[in-house]
């Protein structure tokens, strides 16, 4: 089942801006993960930040997490044409089963040259 | 070795055929998972194995069966499949077993039903 939901649906911006999608979530969770996919092909492990952490960064992206709202934030800065693709927020629920991550819908990003 | 690797990259089956999806990882992962995704929506978890068992299944058509050989190979055996079935499907593992943390995924095989 899918517990996150992820705003917006689909972003288009240039090279070099910033693109900032958010992921909320329904119950509580052990840590919020994202994930980035080309076009038909795997997920790749962007970030992972546990419930005790407030911001994580990593190269040009910045992750919040913020559980009293449940939601967090993924921010890309300086955007480059390689950062189409869509990205899905995943959290690890605590009152799920082990090895259950519930996935967001998926942001879908395109940085235009 | 770090990645997850996936066979065939592409297949396509009628629905009376056979087939099996295979997928491997050699770092030493004790839960692998098998994904279906379909275009411009997120994974759907099918199965988990953890140290060889299967430890979930999220009520899957026995149409698809899985199977998980040795630590490092996870096969999904596929039998009397329909169109609606045609999707991405998706290897993941994870070093496990204490809890959920970064999955490392295959690059997926693209199967088609007709």
């Known amino acids: 089942s899918q517990q996150g939901e992820e705003d917006p649906q689909a972003l288009s911006i240039q090279e070099g801006e910033n693109a900032t999608m958010n992921c909320s979530y329904k119950?509580?969770?052990?840590?919020l993960q994202w994930y980035r996919q080309n076009s038909g092909r795997g997920l790749v492990h962007l970030i992972l930040i546990r419930s005790n952490e407030r911001e994580k960064h990593s190269g040009r992206l910045r992750v919040t997490l913020d559980t009293s709202k449940k939601s967090s934030s993924l921010l890309i800065t300086a955007s480059r044409a390689a950062d189409t693709a869509s990205y899905f927020c995943a959290t690890d629920p605590t009152t799920d089963s082990w090895g259950k991550l519930q996935f967001g819908a998926g942001t879908q990003v395109v940085v235009t040259p | 070795d770090t990645e997850v690797t996936q066979t065939p990259k592409h297949l396509v089956m009628g629905m009376t055929n056979k087939k099996s999806l295979k997928c491997e990882q050699h770092m030493g992962h004790r839960a692998m998972y098998w994904y279906k995704q379909k275009a411009k929506k997120p994974p759907e978890l099918m199965f988990v194995y953890s140290y060889e068992k299967l430890s979930i299944n999220e009520s899957v058509p026995s149409r698809f069966s899985p199977e998980c050989p040795n630590s490092s190979l996870l096969n999904l055996h596929l039998h009397a499949l329909q169109p609606e079935d045609s999707a991405l499907y998706l290897c993941?593992?994870?070093?496990?077993?204490?809890?959920?943390?970064?999955?490392?995924f295959g690059p997926g095989t693209r199967l088609t039903v007709l």
């Open positions: 993941a593992s994870s070093p496990g077993p204490m809890g959920v943390g970064e999955q490392f």
């Open positions: 119950t509580s969770i052990n840590n």
